[in-house]
């Protein structure tokens, strides 16, 4: 299920890097990361690495939510 922080991770990522992130999983964990940068749990002068592990093609099966 997607959910808008998703949706708005997905596009956040598309938009600025260029990257597409699978809807199942991978946007799940890069809203979560989006939220505690937010939330100020991760500061600016942390480091994070965020490893995109594949799962793109999952977006063909959202198509009609995510146009």
């Keep these: 299920m997607l959910t808008p922080e998703c949706v708005d991770a997905l596009k956040l990522v598309a938009q600025t890097e260029g990257i597409f992130l699978d809807p199942?999983?991978?946007s799940k964990g890069f809203a979560g990361l989006v939220d505690h940068i937010r939330k100020g749990?991760?500061?600016s002068d942390e480091t994070v690495i965020?490893?995109?592990t594949g799962g793109t093609p999952a977006l063909f099966a959202y198509n009609e939510e995510l146009i």
């Design 24 to 26: 199942s999983y991978t």
């Design 41 to 43: 749990r991760i500061s």
């Design 50 to 52: 965020f490893l995109h």
